[in-house]
């Protein structure tokens, strides 16, 4: 599969001096969507589902400090991530080799039974990849982000590669939005709202500041938290003990706050450290700048039965969903 999606083709995945689209390319759905900004919520949305897994949040918790080093650990997963999506062939790799090693140095020790466990164990990696890729497809169409169904399986699929760098069997991690709800059907009676875990709740509720930005952070960031707690499914909001709005006032909400962030220019929003969008359209041309747009027009292109032109995966614009 990831060789499918490396390959060349129209939309600027040739243009730029090496021409290389890395492993998804400016076909696929993750390029288009990882470039939204309501990822940052998504993002949030991600550390509350991941910290209800009993030993993935020990993992955090036993071999770093979250509450000093929350804000970096957020900032290095958003980095990953935009390596793995808009970097070379060869920086994706290296990320991955980077993280492989990183985890085969850490363990943590079972709160209940006192045994020993590494955290690179795929239990675990699978448990933090599917609620990230389940965080990221759920807020992003919740928000109205354009996502036929079909979409969103083939997104599901083409972050097979991302399992596959932090160290999983691509064999067995889900390939459409099935396949993953049916794995959190599975772990459900495997999660709980640990200390560990309303630690990390604590710290995304509030987390410490100057004391001069404390109303700052009580009126954006109160706001920014709130929402990504109030799209998790109701069971987590029953495993944490904190009621959320009601599902239409938090889509409602959800909806408004992509609207305003959508409205802030894409080349001000890609020009921020570390610019993995910029270098990524320098290096394959103007073309390759992701937009929902692109996603709007290859639906309504598959839609009308035109698909000329068309690869067999096309890494899921044009409709893929499978492997």
Same mark, same amino acid.
């Given at each position: ?5 490396? +390959? ?5 995945? +040739? ?8 492993? #998804?390319?400016?076909?696929?759905? /993750? ?16 550390? #509350? ?19 000093? @080093? ?18 070379? !062939? ?5 990320? *991955?080799?980077?993280?492989? %090693? ?6 943590? !020790?079972?709160? =209940? ?34 996502? /036929? ?6 997104? =599901?699929?083409?972050?097979? =590669?991302?399992?596959?760098?932090? *160290? ?7 390939? @459409? ?27 995304? +509720? ?15 960031? *109160?706001?920014?938290?709130?929402? &990504? ?5 109701? #069971? &987590? ?6 009621? &959320? ?13 992509? $609207? ?44 009308? $039965? @035109?698909? !000329? $032109? ?5 890494? %899921?614009?044009?409709?893929? %969903?499978?492997?």
């Amino acid at each position: 599969m990831a060789a499918a999606i490396r +390959r060349g083709g129209p939309d600027g995945e +040739r243009g730029g001096p090496d021409g290389d689209p890395g492993l #998804y390319g400016p076909r696929s759905v /993750t390029w288009q969507m990882h470039g939204d900004p309501v990822m940052w919520i998504a993002g949030v949305r991600a550390l #509350y589902l991941q910290a209800l897994h009993p030993l993935a949040v020990r993992g955090v918790t036993q071999n770093s400090d979250f509450r000093k @080093d929350a804000w970096g650990r957020l900032l290095r997963t958003a980095r990953f991530v935009a390596t793995i999506t808009y970097g070379t !062939t060869e920086a994706a790799e290296r990320a *991955g080799a980077k993280v492989r %090693g990183i985890h085969r140095r850490l363990s943590l !020790t079972d709160p =209940v039974t006192g045994a020993r466990h590494g955290v690179d164990e795929p239990e675990l990696l699978l448990w933090v990849h599917c609620a990230e890729i389940d965080s990221y497809l759920h807020v992003m169409r919740r928000s109205g982000y354009p996502l /036929t169904d079909a979409q969103a399986d083939a997104y =599901v699929a083409e972050n097979v =590669v991302s399992a596959r760098l932090v *160290g999983l069997d691509p064999a067995g991690v889900p390939a @459409d939005t099935a396949a993953l709800a049916a794995y959190f059907a599975a772990v459900r009676p495997e999660l709980a709202a640990t200390p560990d875990a309303r630690q990390v709740d604590a710290f995304l +509720r509030r987390p410490p500041v100057h004391a001069l930005l404390v109303p700052a952070r009580e009126a954006i960031w *109160g706001r920014f938290a709130s929402l &990504a707690y109030g799209t998790l499914p109701p #069971y &987590a909001h029953a495993l944490y003990g904190r009621p &959320a709005p009601p599902p239409r006032v938090v889509t409602r909400r959800l909806r408004a706050m992509g $609207g305003a962030l959508r409205c802030i220019p894409p080349a001000a929003r890609w020009q921020l450290p570390p610019k993995h969008i910029m270098r990524a359209v320098e290096r394959l041309g103007p073309g390759s700048r992701p937009s929902p747009y692109k996603l709007r027009r290859n639906a309504a292109i598959l839609d009308s $039965g @035109d698909a !000329t $032109g068309v690869r067999p995966f096309a890494a %899921g614009l044009h409709g893929g %969903g499978g492997s």
